[in-house]
């Protein structure tokens, strides 16, 4: 059964640097998200992505954050310059047509910020 | 913006018992419901969902019901097992409005004690 996958599983980065986090959705889904999840807390929303452009984003996702469709299989997340706060769980998700409803997500990339 | 609430916050039950996980929004235009179970480090993976057209759903040990004019949605699970053991997050969106972000509930740790 296809997947959603991410890259890397972990990441340490050092306050202020900017860190790249990458997911390849599953092939045919065409709508691609970000969350997030703290230690112990509940998923949060940060960004919806759909025909190369963000279609919705939750006020987490300020400007220190971005995503991009760089080719046709990869989805990433940027964090321009990381802050001790940005230490969390990313999960990338994706659903296969715009306003179906189910998402799946991937293993998640876990970011550590000191 | 929608609001999901969930309880108990923890729920510890002996195995072959029932375990039932409760959850209200706030949005009267969410029409899906998925539950999610999360075991420690992995991702969310979907057990069972249900859309507002639908009052119950049923798969193997596993039941949702919905409350559409409460705003409440329940999950049910039955002859309970030690690999029931995780945190279950209760989620709603509404997928024909511009809202695709899925809200998830703060989640329930449940313990099935052997």
């Known amino acids: 059964e296809p997947e959603v996958t991410q890259t890397p599983s972990h990441q340490v980065t050092q306050m202020g640097q900017e860190v790249i986090l990458r997911c390849v959705p599953i092939s045919n889904h065409l709508y691609f998200y970000w969350y997030r999840q703290i230690l112990g807390q509940k998923v949060e929303f940060l960004v919806s992505f759909y025909n190369n452009e963000i279609s919705e984003k939750s006020e987490i996702f300020d400007d220190q954050f971005s995503v991009e469709r760089p080719d046709g299989s990869n989805f990433t997340l940027k964090i321009r310059s990381t802050k001790l706060e940005d230490s969390a769980m990313y999960f990338c998700?994706?659903?296969?047509?715009?306003?179906?409803?189910?998402?799946?997500f991937g293993p998640g990339t876990r970011l550590l910020v000191l | 913006g929608e609001n999901v609430e969930q309880h108990p916050s923890t729920l510890s039950v002996q195995e072959g018992d029932s375990a039932v996980i409760k959850c209200t929004y706030s949005d009267s235009a969410s029409n899906y419901f998925p539950w999610y179970k999360q075991e420690l480090g992995k991702r969310p993976q979907l057990i069972i969902d249900i859309r507002s057209n639908v009052g119950e759903k049923k798969d193997q040990r596993i039941a949702v019901t919905l409350n559409k004019t409460a705003k409440h949605f329940s999950l049910h699970i039955t002859e309970t097992q030690p690999e029931d053991s995780a945190v279950y997050f209760c989620?709603?969106?509404?997928?024909?409005?511009?809202?695709?972000?899925?809200?998830f509930g703060p989640g329930t740790s449940l313990s099935v004690i052997p």
């Open positions: 989620a709603a969106k509404a997928v024909e409005t511009s809202y695709d972000k899925v809200i």
């Open positions: 998700a994706s659903s296969e047509r715009p306003k179906k409803e189910t998402q799946y």
